[in-house]
């Protein structure tokens, strides 16, 4: 394999990252297990892909009317992971290489369950597995885990299969491999918490730790970089 690069703006679009590749316009979703695009192939970074506009739970079109603007394309791992990417949100760029991760600070082992990264995060220190989400505007805590704490607010957020949902939110330092930063967490809904149950899995991450480092996936080597 080459070590082509391909380097692309990121637009942030209610927290979502948005990607545009000629007249495609692709939400990055590290939380998705596939790619749904609105053709029967998808043409991405110099090659070709077999693609659905459907799977069991969702459509690209309720993608698009939950999310609010037009979308052709809903960019899962099973694309991603045959690259190394990195999703920088401060200097707005997403980055994918053929061949090699950019080694730019602190290495973070990752697992995978059902082809989505899962890492583990601390809180008033427990140790805790999160699936990381590049799709989730809102990050999630289990609801046994925030019952006694006070919440800073609600907002509205969608999951594709399940449709729109309002949660309460709560603020809680959290840290990965030594590094604090603050996350907003809401509850999913019941049906999701309990998929999550199953998978002995506490919580999602996802925008507030896009927001405060560069993360770089290595999705072969099953390590994450990140940078402050």
């Known amino acids: 394999m080459n070590n082509n690069k391909f380097t692309f703006d990121i637009v ?10 000629q007249d495609n316009i692709i939400l990055v979703d590290t939380g998705s297990p596939t790619t749904l ?16 506009s459907s799977n069991l739970l969702t ?17 899962g791992t099973d694309i991603l992971s045959q690259y190394k990417i990195v999703i920088d949100y401060r200097e707005r760029q997403f980055i994918l290489s053929e061949n090699k ?10 697992d995978f369950i059902q082809k989505i990264p899962v890492v583990e995060l601390e809180i008033k220190n427990r140790t805790l597995r999160f699936f990381l989400d590049s799709g989730a505007k809102i ?4 609801s046994d885990l925030t019952k006694h704490l006070n919440t ?16 309460p939110i709560y ?9 604090d930063f603050n996350a907003h967490y809401g509850n999913l809904p ?12 506490q919580g999602i991450i996802g925008f507030d730790f896009f927001m405060n480092f560069r993360v770089g996936i290595d999705y072969r080597e099953k390590k994450i970089v990140i940078n402050k």
Request: glycine share 8%; proline share 3%.
């Open 12 to 21: 942030l679009y209610d927290k979502h990252l948005i990607i545009h590749d």
């Open 37 to 52: 695009h609105n053709k029967p192939e998808f043409e991405f970074c110099g090659r070709k892909f077999q693609s659905s």
């Open 59 to 75: 459509n690209i079109d309720d993608v698009s009317n939950l999310l609010g603007m037009r979308i052709t394309t809903l960019l």
């Open 101 to 110: 991760l950019e080694e730019f600070g602190h290495l973070i082992p990752f």
């Open 139 to 142: 990050s999630y805590l289990d």
């Open 152 to 167: 800073i607010g609600k907002e509205n957020d969608f999951y594709p299969g399940i449709g729109a949902f309002s949660t």
């Open 171 to 179: 603020e809680e330092l959290t840290q990965i491999g030594g590094h």
């Open 190 to 201: 019941k049906v999701m918490e309990q998929l999550l149950r199953h998978n002995q899995i």
